[in-house]
């Protein structure tokens, strides 16, 4: 073996590996806070009795979690523009990754909520409250503090995931790391830096989220 690393041939390219790490970051937050709100909102209506808001979540759900998510990111990409509408690569990477989180969001929600035992519920409504107040005080705690594990695993699985908008031309993490290996040609140097970059922000992550579960569920227990 007579390969030479020289890990130092990339050094100058840091700006764009800082600037690779920032838009990742970015993707990933506003994705993150776009798909759970969304999720929120599809997860109440497929658990709605009314079969006109059931139905479309359902179909929603369904249609993503069982198709690509890079088919996904091309039809909003390649696909809009057929019919008038031009993204850049950026936006249209936020909006494929949101409804993709959507639909994985909506269904880790659903789950949180159906796991709330009906007799909560039931004594929520004879104390008086409204559906909107049961669900807020005595059904929204529990439900989070079931899924969140499972909801902050989603959120780094996204954060790796914004690895495939690289082939739209958006300039994350992993496409940065594809223009400085088209440089260089310094190929194992490039991606092993690139992979322990990852695995530090998903650890970081981690730390974060187990962090947040801390502070909200574990300080603030059900009584």
């Known amino acids: ?29 506003v ?9 929120l909102l599809v997860a109440l209506a497929g658990s709605s009795p009314r079969r006109t808001l059931r139905l479309p979540a359902q179909i ?20 809009l523009p057929s019919i008038g509408i031009k993204l850049g690569a950026n936006t249209a990477a936020v909006i494929a ?13 659903r789950a949180g909520i159906e796991s709330v035992r009906r007799h909560q519920i039931e004594a929520g409504r ?25 909801l902050a695993s989603q959120f780094v699985l996204l954060m790796l995931a914004t690895s495939i908008v690289s082939a739209i031309g958006a300039s994350e993490l992993f496409h940065q790391g594809a223009f400085i290996e088209s440089r260089t040609y310094r190929s194992f140097e490039v991606y092993t830096l ?18 947040i579960y801390w502070v909200i569920f574990v300080r603030r227990p059900v009584r």
Request: net charge positive.
């Open 126 to 150: 004879a104390l008086g409250l409204t559906a909107y107040q049961t669900f807020r005080h005595v059904v929204l705690f529990q439900a989070m503090k079931a899924i969140y594990p499972s």
């Open 60 to 79: 929603y759900v369904e249609a993503i979690r069982n198709t690509p998510l890079l088919v996904q990111l091309f039809i909003v990409f390649f696909g």
């Open 194 to 211: 690139i992979t322990l970059t990852y695995l530090l922000i998903t650890l970081g992550l981690r730390t974060v989220f187990a962090g």
């Open 97 to 109: 990754l949101t409804i993709n989180m959507g639909a994985y969001g909506a269904e880790i929600i």
């Open 31 to 39: 994705t993150m806070i776009m798909g759970l709100a969304i999720g």
């Open 1 to 29: 073996m007579n390969y030479s690393f020289k890990f130092g041939a990339i050094w100058k390219y840091q700006d764009q590996i800082l600037e690779g790490i920032v838009l990742t970051l970015q993707l990933s937050i």
